[in-house]
């Protein structure tokens, strides 16, 4: 079994990944590059989320080509990372967030990873849409670290590349919103019908249009990244360190649909 990690391409220069390789996966949906190499003595495979170099906007991510190559290289797990911003004062930039709530605020993106002719139909069950024992992980190695996280909040996934208006943000806060990002909604459902654990470790990097009295920069989103990635690469090794694949919701959430739900994931086209 092996760990997952997905995150911009800076990360990989700071979490310590040795005896990587680099290795293209081909899948049904397209090819994925990830990158393989151990931490803490796990397996372990990395994944470009917006491509190597940062190259691919949100809403041109090829999110199911990477879950499936997820699945064909036997990951069970994964940890993501998630630049937001904050749709509440209570939540000030700097922030760390392990949201346990989604609200998919998408239009465009693939809905399910079970698409074809002769692909089954499926409907999976997404009340707990992060996983929680990841979740529980996340926390307690924060803690242990004695790293401030807060605990639970709704992250609405928005389609961008576009950041959201004021007005936007204010209406999303009225739903029970509490950070905003571009990727991680779309990810947490492609990967809870792959039967894989999914975390996410959120950073408010910036104020929500119109809470602040300046215009948002891509600068500033930046900069509060690379500030907390150390500390974020810190709890994700101790979690994967430790981590010990326990059964888990997640791993079972085709069950009623027996194998052939699952034997049509790693199928070829």
Not at 184 to 190: F, Y
Request: contains cysteine; negative net charge; hydrophobic residues 40%.
């Amino acid at each position: 079994m092996r760990f997952g990690v997905i995150a911009g391409s800076g990360f990989t220069k700071i979490l310590p990944l040795q005896e990587t390789e680099k290795i293209n996966v081909k899948t049904r949906f397209g090819q994925a590059s990830c990158l393989l190499g151990k931490l803490a003595g796990r397996e372990v495979v990395f994944l470009w989320r917006h491509g190597e170099g940062h190259k691919l906007p949100p809403h041109k991510i090829n999110y199911r080509a990477n879950v499936l190559a997820m699945k064909q290289l036997d990951v069970k797990a994964v940890l993501a990372t998630a630049a937001t911003g904050t749709l509440k004062q209570t939540l000030p930039p700097g922030t760390l967030l392990v949201p346990d709530q989604l609200l998919d605020w998408t239009r465009q993106r693939p809905l399910t990873l079970f698409e074809g002719e002769d692909a089954p139909v499926v409907h999976i069950d997404v009340t707990q849409p992060f996983c929680s024992t990841l979740r529980q992980k996340l926390l307690e190695a924060a803690e242990s670290l004695e790293v401030k996280v807060v605990d639970g909040g709704c992250y609405v996934c928005g389609e961008g590349p576009r950041y959201e208006t004021a007005f936007e943000v204010k209406a999303l806060a009225q739903l029970g919103g509490d950070v905003a990002g571009m990727t991680a909604g779309t990810e947490a459902i492609l990967f809870r019908e792959a039967e894989i654990c999914y975390a996410v470790l959120a950073i408010v990097t910036n104020w929500g249009a119109g809470l602040s009295q300046q215009p948002l920069t891509h600068s500033e989103v930046e900069a509060m990244m690379a500030q907390k990635l150390p500390t974020i690469a810190q709890i994700f090794e101790r979690v994967i360190s430790a981590f010990d694949f326990p059964d888990c919701p997640c791993r079972h959430s085709l069950d009623s649909y027996g194998e052939v739900a699952r034997q049509w994931l790693l199928s070829s086209p």
